[in-house]
T-cell receptor, first 115, second 112 residues
Framework: SQTIHQWPATLVQPVGSPLSLECTVEGTSNPNLYWYRQAAGRGLQLLFYSVGIGQISSEVPQNLSASRPQDRQFILSSKKLLLSDSGFYLC??????????????FGPGTRLTVL | QQQVKQSPQSLIVQKGGISIINCAYE??????FPWYQQFPGKGPALLIA?????SEKKEGRFTISFNKSAKQFSLHIMDSQPGDSATYFC???????????FGAGTRLAVHP
């Protein structure tokens, strides 16, 4: 079965510090990968998606970047965090290879607080 | 045209009652409409989903009603239970890469 991991689970960082969040998927190959941000009490905003190694598409201009160094690894980074980067970061995967499904499966999330 | 509008923002239902959450969209190219359930501090989990060629889909106590002409779809939770208390998100997908556009969410509280 497929599983998705995210770490760390929680993170408190000062303004101006760098950021690296990691997401890995097990049990599937060539997944589509996604990073979302969820502000407190709000909906999910798609930040980045990737259809393959090294292929990253950005949905919104911002202080963040993403990379996909391996097939099942997706990394969200920032060089200098802003207060507005606080939120709940969710990684998700989907597979166009599975017949009849467009489902995205979400990881457990990382709670980021920038002080 | 890329938005999905969800209502109400919050909902209180008595145990055993029916919870109804509505979503509306503009883009007729959307071809997949999932509902996600999210508990506090957890990632969203797929609850039920529908495609526009079907007007209704039922799974247990959860039903999606889909009105293609009105560009609206809704989630009905029958016999609502306190364990259903969570935030519910509707979403819509267009085309490849499985990119989803999410509604703003509905916080449901089921009182015993």
């Amino acid at each position: 079965s497929q599983t998705i991991h995210q770490w760390p689970a929680t993170l408190v960082q000062p303004v101006g510090s760098p950021l690296s969040l990691e997401c890995t998927v097990e049990g599937t190959s060539n997944p589509n990968l996604y990073w979302y941000r969820q502000a407190a009490g709000r909906g999910l905003q798609l930040l980045f998606y990737s259809v393959g190694i090294g292929q990253i598409s950005s949905e919104v201009p911002q202080n963040l970047s993403a990379s996909r160094p391996q097939d099942r690894q997706f990394i969200l980074s920032s060089k200098k965090l802003l207060l507005s980067d606080s939120g709940f970061y969710l990684c998700a995967w989907s597979s166009l290879g599975l017949a009849g499904t467009d489902t995205q499966y979400f990881g457990p999330g990382t709670r980021l607080t920038v002080l | 045209q890329q938005q999905v509008k969800q209502s109400p923002q919050s909902l209180i239902v008595q145990k055993g009652g029916i919870s109804i959450i509505n979503c509306a969209y503009e883009n007729t190219a959307f071809d997949y409409f999932p509902w996600y359930q999210q508990f506090p501090g957890k990632g969203p989990a797929l609850l039920i989903a529908i495609r526009p060629d079907v007007s209704e889909k039922k799974e247990g106590r959860f039903t999606i009603s889909f009105n293609k002409s009105a560009k609206q779809f809704s989630l009905h939770i029958m016999d609502s239970q306190p364990g259903d208390s969570a935030t519910y998100f509707c979403a819509a997908k267009k085309g490849g890469y499985n990119k989803l556009i999410f509604g703003a969410g509905t916080r449901l509280a089921v009182h015993p």
